[in-house]
C-alpha cells in the first residue's frame, strides 16, 4: 500500500521551531517532488513549500520564506520541513503530497498554485503555535 505519513507536529511556542517529517512507504520518494500544505481553521488549503526530486530545486511561499527549509534524504525515503521561528499564523493541518513532475522547475507550481493536482497525499499532522 503506497502511503505518506507526516509527523513531528504539536504545540510550540511563539518564536519556536519544529521539525516535520513525511516518510513514504510502499514506494520510493525518489521520482517525485514533495510539495508541503497547510490548512489553517476555516481557510483554504495553501502550498507552504516544495522540494524537487533531485532536492536540487526548492521553492517557498512568501509567508515562511526565510524561516522554513525543505530538505530530503533518499537513504531515510523521507522530506523534512524544519520550521523556524514560529508565528500564531502558521497554526494548521500539515500535509505533504507527492507528484511526478517532468521539470524540476514546476516544483513552484506546488506552492503558488491553488488546488495544483498531488498524486498522493499524507494525511496530516496539527501544528499548534501559541503561548
Known amino acids: 500500500q503506497l502511503q505518506l505519513v507526516e509527523s513531528g507536529g504539536g504545540l510550540v511556542q511563539p518564536g519556536g521551531s519544529l521539525r516535520l517529517s513525511c516518510a513514504a512507504s510502499?514506494?520510493?520518494?525518489?521520482?517525485?517532488?514533495i510539495g508541503w500544505f497547510r490548512q489553517a481553521p476555516g481557510k483554504e488549503r495553501e502550498g507552504v513549500s516544495c522540494?524537487?526530486?533531485?532536492?536540487?530545486?526548492?521553492d517557498y511561499a512568501d509567508p515562511v520564506k526565510g524561516r522554513f527549509t525543505v530538505s530530503r534524504d533518499k537513504g531515510k525515503n523521507t522530506v523534512y520541513l524544519q520550521m523556524n521561528s514560529l508565528k500564531p499564523e502558521d497554526t494548521g493541518v500539515y500535509y505533504c503530497a507527492a507528484r511526478r513532475l517532468p521539470f524540476e522547475a514546476m516544483c513552484v507550481l506546488i506552492t503558488t498554485q491553488v488546488g495544483y493536482r498531488m498524486d498522493y497525499w499524507g494525511k496530516g499532522t496539527l501544528v499548534t503555535v501559541s503561548s
Open positions: 510502499g514506494f520510493t520518494l525518489d521520482n517525485y517532488a
Open positions: 522540494i524537487s526530486k533531485s532536492g536540487g530545486r526548492t
